[in-house]
């Protein structure tokens, strides 16, 4: 028998919490239960099993960042939609390592499709608009985005800024000028070779 008051969302909360603490990867079943303090099965009503729990975390984890996106872009456009919506990744991923982990996991392709995944997809090409990049351009530079705003905040979060100056926001600050720099001015796709 579950004891009083564990529920589906009380679980995938507490994951979430343990993914913070002690990383994504560790998060099972079995460690919930023994918070909760309950024995393991009781814990399968909730969750079919430790991927299970981990694909509600990654789920939570994906609502919750396209929650602060959206705020953050509200009212925004240009460098500063870019600047708010770059800040949300970075500060989640600072405040929620284990989290920000969780909404990097892959999904199968229906829970992805059915996933915040979508609204973070569509606030991107949102803020894109006020750069008026038309396809395939415009899936391009969400590509970039992407890379950037995740490849910098895995790097920080793993030390490899720590070891020389300048500090690392002065270095986020001009990595931002220049994706809005690139963006503003993005290259025309090249020329087709010449047929022979």
Do not use: C
């Not at 994504?24 to 919930?32: G, N, Y």
């Not at 909760?36 to 984890?61: R, W």
């Not at 038309?134 to 950037?148: F, I, Y």
């Amino acid at each position: 028998m579950v004891r009083a008051g564990v529920t589906t969302e009380r679980l995938t909360r507490a994951g979430a919490e343990l993914a913070d603490e002690v990383g994504f990867e560790q998060v099972t079943v079995s460690e919930l239960a023994r918070r909760f303090e309950v024995k393991v099965a009781s814990l399968y009503s909730h969750v079919k099993n430790s991927q299970d729990l981990k694909t509600k975390i990654s789920l939570l984890a994906l609502e919750e960042l396209a929650d602060r996106a959206a705020e953050a872009l509200a009212g925004r456009s240009g460098k500063e939609a870019l600047t708010a919506f770059a800040n949300v990744y970075r500060d989640y991923a600072r405040e929620h390592p284990g989290r920000y982990a969780a909404a990097q996991a892959r999904l199968d392709p229906e829970t992805a499709a059915a996933s915040a995944g979508v609204r973070h997809a569509r606030m991107t090409r949102a803020l894109l608009r006020g750069y008026e990049l038309s396809e395939p351009d415009q899936t391009h530079a969400v590509r970039m985005l992407g890379s950037v705003f995740h490849g910098y905040v895995s790097l920080e979060m793993g030390g490899g800024f720590s070891h020389s100056a300048p500090d690392t926001q002065q270095t986020w600050d001009r990595v931002l000028d220049a994706l809005d720099a690139l963006l503003r001015n993005w290259p025309a796709p090249p020329e087709p070779p010449p047929a022979p």
